[in-house]
């Protein structure tokens, strides 16, 4: 008997040895970022941590196996809801997104953003995403193409007629993360319908053992900006952690073979800078980077490329585009429009492409791009050309590799755009109502414009339409426009004439805009419009209807002589006299209003007995007509 419990004893010592070196092994694989490899390893240990549900969540996570990732973070939320950390409730959300269980996501984030302590947002990611879809039109039209893998490909660029692109499709040593050989860049042929062939390494000299990917080009073909491992002849750096970081780096094409390869000054080796961009005029370059100064996880930078060569300091492209989480993949188009990818909360689901048009050398507010575009899984690496036509990767489901090329095709678009200004000063003229109708007068949108004072309106090509601009104590600004072929947007400045400037009869006194007339006159004690009166309130009549828009208020006012409630109500009586008089002649009772302020507001020192002539007094016994819009 004794003999059999000193071998129980002894297989239970053993069996703890073997799981403590399984998990010690697991954990040497995670921290290696050998993420399937301790997937493997995690999911034999039993029972199951807090710490073991994390990392095997993580390690599909970071795979974009969503479903099983799922499967992990919730055991995880289930049975450590209370201790786990909160950015396991949004990783939770996204790959609930992952496979398109919205609506539970959305719950999962108004949790996440309970955790952190912040006001739980309402979050409709489906009627949303919706919303901006019929901004967009769904005018893109996406297909496959020929030249994808069963690795990943991804990462295309412009290169004369020609297609750079990344591809893990090499053979030779795996890369721990994702057990697949490490990216090369490739470059290819396309036709017409983006099919990618004749696809051959781009450069020896390019390519190393390590990652290379994410290139842009000069336009004269000379210049190379590519993104690599921490990796430069032949030596590869590794922070404190032992982490090796990805830089930018920079090549020369010299007699067709590309060389002087050297890293960008703001690289760093504690930590990652990538997916360089060129924008039309190439004198900036914007990447992604986690460096100091960032908001999230990774940001998007600018930094100036100077004439002699030598760059200025990187610039983050701040909160209007960098969120706390994850933006990567610039691309800029020729019309200065940013695309890039982020799993900001208001996604399909994993990383989603995003466009910000540069207006006033300002970013607008990014919008996402919807589906086709868009999917349930990462959509990223962007790019288009002048023809309208581009590419972009994504691993979505029906692909060939892990990732793939898609090429697309978008429908031209037609816009109306300009500012809107002061037509005398030309100062921009922010909270003017812009409207958009059809020839036939129908409101189709409308918009008040903020600081910037600008608009934009998407349009058909070959209709009319009408721009109708209103602003308080201006004139209401109409044009008619025909949108026509080949132009794209359509530029029209909307300069508007104040009532001032419009209107001889129409000036700023006492710190009011102003109808003058000449004074009208009330037989003493009485309110009742007299024959002089009425035609010099004729000329009120005449302005009003000139202007159908336009509001008013008829104030009534007194001299000091008389009680001060026999004055008030005096000045009532009156003012109500007069709007019944301009009411009686056509003018609309909603765009008159009375008030009586009896000896309130004199405007000058008359305020005495003996202080003013009967002259000073008779300019405190006064009627204006202050247009209120």
Request: aromatic share 12%; proline share 3%; charged share 25%.
């Amino acid at each position: 008997m004794k003999n059999i419990y000193y071998i129980l004893f002894i297989l239970a010592i053993s069996t703890q040895v073997a799981n403590s070196q399984n998990l010690n092994r697991a954990n040497h694989l995670f921290e290696d970022r050998a993420y399937m490899d301790a997937a493997e390893l995690y999911a034999n240990e039993s029972p199951k941590t807090q710490e073991i549900y994390q990392k095997l969540g993580d390690c599909y996570y970071f795979n974009s196996d969503m479903k099983i990732a799922a499967k992990w973070y919730k055991f995880l939320l289930t049975e450590y809801n209370n201790t786990v950390s909160p950015q396991y409730y949004y990783r939770y959300a996204q790959t609930l997104k992952g496979i398109k269980k919205y609506d539970e996501a959305d719950e999962w984030f108004q949790k996440y953003k309970e955790q952190l302590h912040q006001t739980p947002e309402v979050i409709k990611t489906l009627s949303t995403l919706k919303n901006e879809k019929e901004q967009l039109k769904n005018n893109y039209v996406v297909h496959k193409i020929k030249g994808n893998t069963s690795f990943s490909d991804f990462g295309t660029s412009f290169y004369g007629d020609k297609i750079v692109f990344a591809s893990a499709s090499k053979k030779g040593n795996l890369y721990a993360w994702n057990n697949e050989p490490y990216l090369d860049l490739y470059i290819a042929n396309k036709d017409e319908n983006g099919n990618l062939s004749n696809i051959e390494p781009l450069s020896k000299n390019i390519n190393s053992k390590m990652h290379e990917a994410n290139a842009v080009f000069t336009k004269d073909g000379k210049t190379m900006y590519f993104t690599r491992n921490n990796y430069l002849n032949g030596k590869k750096g590794k922070d404190a952690q032992k982490i090796n970081h990805l830089k930018i780096y920079k090549a020369e094409l010299v007699n067709d073979q590309w060389t002087n390869i050297t890293e960008l000054p703001f690289n760093n080796v504690n930590y990652s800078v990538e997916h360089p961009a060129l924008n039309s005029a190439e004198n900036k370059l914007y990447f992604a980077s986690d460096m100091p100064g960032s908001i999230g996880s990774l940001d998007l930078f600018e930094v100036d490329i100077n004439k002699d060569g030598t760059f200025g300091t990187p610039k983050n492209l701040g909160p209007k585009i960098n969120t706390i989480y994850r933006e990567q993949f610039p691309f800029i188009s020729k019309n200065n429009d940013l695309y890039f990818s982020s799993d900001r909360p208001l996604g399909y689901g994993g990383l989603d492409i995003f466009k910000s048009s540069l207006v006033n050398n300002q970013f607008t507010t990014p919008i996402n791009l919807g589906t086709p575009i868009n999917s349930n899984l990462d959509d990223f690496s962007f790019i288009i050309n002048d023809k309208n036509k581009g590419y972009f990767s994504s691993n979505r489901n029906g692909g060939v590799g892990d990732d793939d090329i898609y090429a697309f095709i978008q429908n031209q678009k037609y816009f109306v755009n300009g500012l809107v200004k002061d037509k005398t000063s030309m100062k921009l003229l922010p909270e003017t109502e812009v409207s958009l109708l059809n020839n036939n007068g129908k409101l189709l949108k409308k918009v008040v414009v903020d600081n910037q004072a600008s608009y934009n309106f998407e349009v058909e090509n070959g209709k009319s339409y009408l721009i109708k601009a209103t602003k308080n104590l201006y004139v209401p600004f109409q044009t008619e426009f025909q949108v026509t072929n080949n132009i794209a947007t359509n530029k029209l400045p909307i300069l508007m004439e104040s009532f001032e400037q419009a209107e001889k009869n129409i000036i700023a006194e006492n710190n009011k805009i102003q109808i003058k007339i000449k004074p009208i006159y009330f037989d003493f004690d009485k309110w009742n419009i007299r024959k002089d009166a009425a035609l010099e309130l004729n000329n009120v009549v005449t302005i009003l209807n000139k202007y159908p828009s336009m509001k008013i208020e008829v104030g009534a006012h007194t001299d000091f002589r008389g009680s001060a409630d026999y004055n008030l109500m005096l000045s009532e009586k009156r003012a109500k006299s007069v709007k019944k008089y301009l009411v009686s002649q056509g003018i609309n009772s909603d765009r008159v209003t009375s008030a009586g302020y009896g000896e309130t507001q004199p405007i000058n020192n008359c305020t005495k007995p003996g202080s003013c002539n009967e002259e000073g007094y008779d300019k405190n016994r006064r009627c204006e007509f202050v247009i209120l819009h």
